[in-house]
Nanobody
């Protein structure tokens, strides 16, 4: 079973950037999709961005034009480049792997705080 470990979170000022990484213990090449979610206190978990096995990407409307998801299959790693960060982007960001039989695996999350 694939295990996921996120890193790259932290405290950043509004307008700043961060790059999150999600390293998988096994191959991500066979995964149907790799996705980033986020969960803020008192709010539901929401899908931020996803990338399929073929490289097709999708984004939440709130992050379009600011965030970019990418994958490096050779490194079993998925990235989330976050630019022009806003206070409302503050949340725990979680990596998710969706297998071909629709099983989900989650990482433990990394905290992103956007504040001056």
């Amino acid at each position: 079973q694939v295990q996921l470990v996120e890193s790259g979170g932290g405290l950043v000022q509004p307008g700043g950037s961060l790059r999150l990484s999600c390293v998988a213990s096994g191959s991500i090449f066979s995964m149907r999709a790799m996705r980033w979610y986020r969960q803020a206190p008192g709010k539901q978990r929401e899908l931020v961005a996803g990338i399929t096995r073929s490289g097709t990407t999708n984004y939440a409307d709130s992050v379009k034009g600011r965030f970019v998801i990418s994958r490096d299959d050779a490194k079993n790693t998925v990235y989330l480049q976050m630019n022009s960060l806003k206070p409302e982007d503050t949340a725990v960001y979680l990596c998710n792997a969706l297998s071909t039989n629709f099983e989900s695996r989650w990482g433990q999350g990394t905290q992103v705080t956007v504040s001056s």
